[in-house]
């Protein structure tokens, strides 16, 4: 894919068309693409004020919705949001990887989903979309990855509930779990996917989200809770 592709690619998928694309240009290459095109300018500026664009709009979120908790606790849940694992794995909700620009080197030795890269990427974006759209589109892309159910304690952004499933299913050698897509819905930019997960064919758990892997983990996040495990 190339430069001109990921750029209109992604615009379809985070839902928001750049008046500037140039700024999207910049936020999806890495300093190693940079390093090889003399003419392009690395993400890592636009990584600086990304960083803080998100980390006042997440501040903002939880200050407003959790009102009674204190200040020690409200700066370990923004940091349980704001960390490289979890804008990793917001990430994957719009296959960032695929679309970041990167040098030979980092394209052979795996760059696209390390998470170091993804997620400065992701910072980057924000930055881009707050330069060309102001905070009142920067606000709700970010927001719109931040989890409904989070609470002060235990919250950490995203749980591999996965793994945690087959952890417990291995127990049992003889019992297989299998993940099967139920169905798709919303156009490109808002597409939402079902998936059922089963046990011996019987369906235990079933999820929703904006990509596969996230409905997968919403399904092995329900059969956990139907076998009264809370992660």
Do not use: W
Not at 8 to 24: A, D, P, R, T, V
Not at 135 to 154: N, R
């Amino acid at each position: 894919m190339d430069a001109r592709e990921s750029i209109s690619s992604l615009q379809q998928k985070i839902g928001y068309s750049f008046k500037n694309e140039k700024l999207l240009y910049e936020a999806l290459a890495h300093s190693s693409y940079a390093n090889e095109n003399k003419t392009v300018r690395s993400n890592e500026r636009l990584e600086f004020l990304g960083d803080s664009v998100l980390s006042i709009v997440v501040s903002d979120y939880i200050f407003k919705h959790f009102t009674h908790i204190p200040e020690g606790e409200l700066t370990k849940l923004r940091a349980s949001l704001v960390c490289e694992s979890s804008l990793f794995e917001f990430s994957k909700q719009i296959e960032l990887g695929k679309h970041i620009l990167l040098g030979k080197g980092e394209e052979l030795t795996g760059g696209r989903e390390r998470p170091s890269i993804v997620s400065d990427a992701f910072e980057a974006v924000i930055a881009a979309i707050y330069l060309d759209g102001g905070m009142e589109a920067a606000a709700p892309y970010v927001l719109s990855f931040i989890p409904k159910d989070i609470t002060p304690k235990g919250s950490d952004a995203f749980h591999d509930y996965k793994t945690i499933l087959q952890e417990v299913i291995q127990k049992n050698p003889e019992e297989k779990i299998a993940y099967f897509l139920k169905g798709e819905e919303g156009p490109d930019h808002d597409k939402h996917f079902t998936v059922q997960v089963m046990l011996n064919n019987n369906v235990i758990g079933e999820g929703t989200g904006r990509s596969k892997k996230a409905a997968e983990q919403a399904a092995a996040r329900e059969a956990l809770a139907l076998m009264g495990i809370r992660p």
